[in-house]
């Protein structure tokens, strides 16, 4: 299954326990393929860089380099989405769409909104651990 993860969902999953860490782990298992963009590796390095100084002692970035290695980086240059009442989340949904990915995780509430949008489901990280890995 091919996957696109919020950046929250990426950064909760690594800092702390519960759904976001159990789909990272699914990942490293090889259960599911996470889809990238360049726009959304960039977004992760921001968000890492302002979460260093409040937690110092994790170092966030190999992990990201982990995911560029081992993720599937798509190239979503011609596919502008907007569809997102937040802009800066059409990123994930022209992933998707480039990617051929049916899956956003999100807790985004304008994510969620457009769930069913060229048939990619957007479902927050409990709803999708309970239904694709139990």
Not at 5 to 21: A, E, K, Q, R
Not at 111 to 123: A, E, N, P, Q, W
Request: proline residues 4%; glycine residues 6%.
């Amino acid at each position: 299954m091919k996957i696109i993860l919020d950046t929250n969902v990426f950064i909760s999953g690594i800092f702390f326990t519960g759904p976001p860490s159990q789909i990272l782990n699914a990942w490293q298992d090889s259960r599911l393929q996470i889809l990238l963009s360049q726009e959304i590796i960039n977004e992760y390095q921001r968000v890492a860089e302002s979460l260093s100084a409040e937690f110092p002692t994790i170092d966030i970035l190999p992990i990201i380099e982990l995911m560029t290695i081992h993720g599937q980086l798509i190239d979503t240059e011609g596919f502008d989405v907007s569809v997102c009442d937040d802009p800066d989340d059409n990123k994930f949904m022209e992933c998707a769409i480039a990617g051929n990915s049916e899956m956003i995780i999100s807790g985004d509430k304008h994510l969620l909104r457009v769930s069913g949008y060229r048939g990619i489901t957007v479902l927050k990280p409990r709803e999708f651990v309970d239904r694709y890995l139990k």
